[in-house]
């Protein structure tokens, strides 16, 4: 879109009588600041592998009432053509807005007829999937930005598995939405004609309970842990000012987990996450007061959850007694090995047993899966296409699902939900600590002695944000480079295989991704962010040291990056 479209969209926003007078009043403030307006209204939010995501604030091009109320105008009339009488569950995380998004989207559905299940406080994203497949819902919304920066927010949907939507459903919403033409059509109902007439009900402790005996009964030694294994464990939480406070820590307690410690500064909610930079696990500076804290203690293992609670990092001693940040692809194969080995050693592990992850995802857990006997599947990036492949499963019994997950923390065991849990990957994670420690091992020991085994695999990620409608074109120029001018080898090192994901390989869905195969076992992947303004550049490599590792994979970032910074 022209910055003259945009122009004109923000000048209709101004004169439309629906618009509120605060709105208008922020829109004013923008007045002659065109690149402003130009980001706020180039576009439409845009689902993509988080659903609609974007920064708060007026225009089409952001998070507000008006862009919630719009989506779910269009998500209604689209769950009215399907099969089945519509009903929905709807939650929220701690982010500024997000109570207020959740209440308009649940009122906007009940004016349309469909019954709503809402929580009146925040939830972990997991508890909306496992909810709506306890209540049969067709459908379900969460109201999160996951681990973004606190101007952002998103509107997560759901399908009546409990998975986020797959492409070829999102498209069907996509262009129901756009069958919207005017914020004149959308309908809303008061809060309390939609309790009157039953379409706006509560849920609250009842399904709480539920939901935390069934993530506990994910346990892989409750037996051992009630017989006091839980005690020998010291665990430092922090939730990062998100939903994982109540569930984690009732979890724990219910396996046994007595020793385990808050992050005070962190407990509560707050919509700012006031005590980091950003509320993402991921990164060491969110660990900043929990480590201060084990370091105090003792911590056997740190354990910190993003906003809505669906991705957990984890923080252990390495052999010199300082803290580590573990990446994903490293908690991935701890936990894919732990849960694994022990299905074996009671006899329970499956012939048909399945372990799923995505393409950008180390082959470290891959490696420790088959060793085991069980089959790895790949899918593209984002969790809803495992928990699409765990749907299958069910429905034609080809394969037992054990273990899904992706180097960006998300991890799920059990089929009791379709999304990432960090509240069963803290229970998973806290109970491997424990086992080993049993043992005389850390997990730091556990992971070098798999490295021993398999080989030292180390993986790297590197982004660049490119905002705007001048960004959006740069990450298109910089995708188009590499997909039509691929390097012939990176630091003399031939790539050997290049796999366009945007045709389709595999059997998987046609996505923007394309991923170079190196002649020495590494490779690299270029994928634009689906809710952020970014492309990312994953990198992995295997060495037969941990030196070794590290040499090859600065090697491969620093060339690879060279080429797209020259390029942004």
């Given at each position: 879109m022209s910055q003259t479209n945009a122009k004109e969209r923000y000048e209709a926003w101004l004169s439309d009588a629906l618009i509120d007078n605060e709105t208008k009043e922020e829109l004013r403030g923008i007045a002659g600041q065109d690149k402003e307006i130009e980001d706020r209204f180039y576009r439409d939010l845009e689902f993509g592998t988080g659903g609609l995501r974007?920064?708060?604030?007026?225009?089409?091009?952001?998070?507000?009432?008006?862009?919630?109320?719009k989506a779910t105008q269009g998500l209604a009339a689209w769950l009215l053509t399907q099969s089945g009488t519509p009903s929905v569950v709807i939650a929220h995380d701690s982010r500024n807005n997000s109570p207020e998004f959740a209440l308009d989207a649940a009122l906007v559905l009940a004016a349309n007829g469909v019954t709503t299940?809402?929580?009146?406080?925040?939830?972990?994203?997991?508890?909306?999937?496992?909810?709506?497949?306890?209540?049969?819902?067709?459908?379900g919304i969460v109201i999160t930005a996951s681990h973004n920066p606190p101007e952002y927010n998103g509107y997560k949907v759901y399908g009546a598995d409990g998975c986020q939507l797959v492409p070829h459903e999102a498209e069907q919403v996509i262009a129901s939405i756009q069958n919207v033409s005017s914020f004149g059509e959308v309908k809303r109902m008061t809060r309390e004609e939609a309790e009157a007439q039953g379409l706006l009900r509560?849920?609250?402790?009842?399904?709480?309970?539920?939901?935390?005996?069934?993530v506990a009964a994910q346990s892989q030694n409750s037996k051992l842990l009630k017989e006091g294994l839980g005690k020998r464990v010291n665990v430092i939480y922090t939730p990062l000012h998100g939903a994982g406070n109540l569930p984690v820590r009732n979890v724990l307690a219910h396996v046994g987990?007595?020793?385990?410690?808050?992050?005070?500064?962190?407990?509560?909610?707050?919509?700012?996450?006031?005590?980091?930079?950003?509320?993402?696990?991921e990164e060491r500076e969110a660990f900043t007061l929990a480590i201060k804290l084990g370091q105090e203690t003792g911590a056997d293992i740190i354990i910190g959850t993003d906003p809505d609670c669906d991705r957990?990092?984890?923080v252990v001693k390495d052999n010199e007694g300082k803290y580590v940040v573990l990446s994903g692809n490293q908690s991935g194969a701890l936990m894919v090995n732990y849960v694994l080995s022990q299905l074996k050693e009671r006899g329970e592990l499956p012939a048909n047993g399945a372990v799923i992850k995505t393409i950008v995802t180390s082959e470290m857990g891959a490696d420790i899966a088959l060793s085991y006997g069980a089959t790895v599947f790949n899918t593209l990036t984002g969790f809803k296409y495992i928990g699409e492949k765990m749907t299958e499963f069910e429905r034609t019994g080809s394969h037992s699902f054990l273990f899904g997950y992706e180097e960006s923390y998300?991890?799920?065991?059990?089929?009791?939900?379709?999304?990432?849990?960090?509240?069963?990957?803290?229970?998973?994670?806290?109970?491997?600590?424990?086992?080993?420690?049993?043992?005389?091992?850390?997990?730091?020991?556990?992971?070098?002695?798999?490295?021993e085994k398999f080989g030292t695999y180390l993986?790297?990620?590197?982004?660049?944000?490119?905002?705007?409608?001048?960004?959006?074109?740069?990450?298109?120029?910089?995708?188009?480079?590499f997909r039509s001018q691929p390097p012939a080898d990176i630091s003399g090192v031939k790539v050997e295989k290049v796999l366009d994901y945007s045709l389709g390989l595999d059997g998987l869905p046609k996505e923007n991704v394309l991923k170079f195969m190196l002649e020495d076992g590494s490779w690299f992947c270029l994928r634009p962010s689906g809710t952020e303004p970014k492309i990312k550049v994953y990198f992995a490599v295997r060495g037969g040291s941990?030196?070794?590792?590290?040499?090859?994979?600065?090697?491969?970032?620093?060339?690879v990056m060279e080429q797209v910074d020259n390029l942004a």
């Open positions: 974007g920064v708060m604030g007026a225009g089409t091009n952001r998070m507000n009432a008006y862009t919630v109320g299940y809402l929580f009146p406080s925040l939830r972990p994203t997991p508890q909306l999937s496992y909810s709506v497949r306890l209540v049969n819902a067709t459908g509560w849920l609250g402790e009842e399904e709480d309970r539920k939901f935390v005996e069934t987990f007595d020793n385990v410690q808050i992050v005070a500064e962190q407990e509560q909610p707050d919509g700012y996450f006031s005590t980091v930079k950003s509320p993402n696990p957990m990092g984890a998300g991890y799920l065991t059990g089929t009791y939900a379709r999304d990432k849990d960090a509240v069963v990957a803290s229970l998973l994670i806290c109970e491997a600590a424990a086992y080993y420690k049993n043992q005389g091992k850390t997990l730091y020991d556990v992971l070098l002695e798999l490295y993986e790297g990620l590197e982004s660049r944000t490119l905002k705007g409608f001048d960004g959006v074109q740069k990450i298109g120029a910089i995708m188009e480079h941990p030196e070794e590792a590290k040499t090859s994979l600065a090697s491969l970032t620093n060339t």
